[in-house]
């Protein structure tokens, strides 16, 4: 393994992990949000700050991660879908169907207007934040074969 590469990876990873990190506050804080038919102007501000966090987050996982880790693994490029189908495969993710749908939620995310919609894609975020936390600790586990020293000193 060519040590630019690794190095990439271990980039886009620290990467991931502050965006999950950002992720997380935003989501332990709106928790805390009593779900209603409407919201304050600083809880709206809280769960604007968790969609555009949840976005952020799908699209490094997605379209920079799991792209990148089938590039190590000498996979052919694809579409998002493949990507996704083949974290399913790498047990990256529990479910191909819910990237499928974080995929939609993150799109909606930018496009939706209507308040009372709103408060849907606020839900919806707030359901697969821990999905996006349980890709993200797979993503390390698995990463760890191309991170690993070998006794010879060079990368696996």
């Known amino acids: ?3 630019k590469q690794v190095l990439f990876l271990q980039a886009e990873l620290e990467l991931m992990d502050k965006a999950a990190e950002y992720l997380r506050y935003s989501y332990q804080h709106c928790q805390t949000i009593e779900h209603k038919d409407s919201y304050t102007p600083d809880e709206l501000a809280h769960f604007e700050a968790l969609t555009g966090r949840f976005a952020r987050l799908s699209d490094l996982l997605i379209q920079k991660i799991f792209r990148l880790i089938a590039q190590f693994d000498l996979e052919l490029s694809g579409t998002i879908r493949d990507h996704i189908n083949r974290a399913e495969k790498k047990n990256l993710i529990a479910h191909a169907e819910e990237f499928v749908d974080i995929r939609e939620l993150r799109n909606n995310i930018a496009y939706e207007y209507d308040p009372t919609a709103i408060v849907l894609v606020f839900q919806d975020v ?3 934040c821990p999905v996006l936390f349980y890709a ?11 991170l690993v020293v070998q006794p010879n000193g060079n990368k696996k």
């Open 1 to 3: 393994m060519k040590t």
């Open 136 to 146: 993200v600790k797979r993503v390390h586990d698995y990463s760890q074969k191309y």
């Open 126 to 128: 707030m359901r697969y």
